[in-house]
């Protein structure tokens, strides 16, 4: 079993940035890959980026690519995301996951556990 928490998110203005953590725990948190996606009102989870479990290898969905970025810390059990130029579309609440191994996952519902959750509004 894995627990996940999110904490970080709220309100932000276009071109602003935020920083959302991911707490874990339950299982040996460096065995395994972890994940962030979002759901938008109206639309379906999508994957956002995912990490290897030594952080080496990352992964982006182009909407992304060059403004968020994930990273690990092993030693404190945490996934973070920090997302910068941020835009309107990117407003979502915004999950961590994981399956509890190695692999790396695009489609949601692959992933075994997942956070509650945490809001991010981005204001034009």
């Known amino acids: 079993q894995v627990q996940l928490v999110e904490s970080g998110g709220g309100l932000a203005q276009a071109g602003g940035s935020l920083r959302l953590s991911c707490a874990a725990s339950?299982?040996?948190?460096?065995?395994?890959?972890m994940g962030w996606f979002r759901q938008a009102p109206g639309k379906e989870r999508e994957f956002v980026t995912a990490?290897?479990?030594?952080?080496?290898?990352?992964y982006y969905a182009d909407s992304v690519k060059g403004r968020f970025t994930i990273s690990r810390d092993n030693a404190k059990n945490t996934v973070y995301l920090q997302m910068n130029s941020l835009k309107v579309e990117d407003t979502a609440v915004y999950y961590c996951?994981?399956?509890?191994?190695?692999?790396?996952?695009?489609?949601?519902?692959?992933?075994?556990?997942w956070g509650q959750g945490t809001q991010v509004t981005v204001s034009s």
């Open positions: 990490i290897n479990w030594s952080g080496q290898r990352t």
């Open positions: 996951a994981t399956n509890g191994d190695q692999n790396i996952w695009y489609r949601p519902t692959l992933y075994a556990y």
């Open positions: 339950g299982r040996a948190f460096s065995t395994y890959a």
